[in-house]
């Protein structure tokens, strides 16, 4: 297939010096290099996340935050109960 392709002149270059160590075409060093590419895949990079206080005091502990919520939401709605009676 016939196409045209804009190089940087760094990447022409290189590619360039490629073709003339292998004794092969710039075509063949172009394809061989995108062959490479693409086989590679992504580079897989582990995605980190950087760590922040959150500014908790002691004692709290999140692994059990739905829990914390629900106990406040309760005691909530006992102490509004007992304002009606």
Known sequence: MRTTVTLDPDVAARLRDVARERQVSFKEALNSAVRAGLAAGPAARPYRTPARS????????????????????????????????
């Open 54 to 85: 959150l500014g908790l005091r002691p004692g709290i502990n999140l692994d059990k935050a739905l829990e914390v919520s629900s106990d406040l939401e309760d005691r909530e709605l006992i102490r509004k109960l007992e304002l009606r009676k």
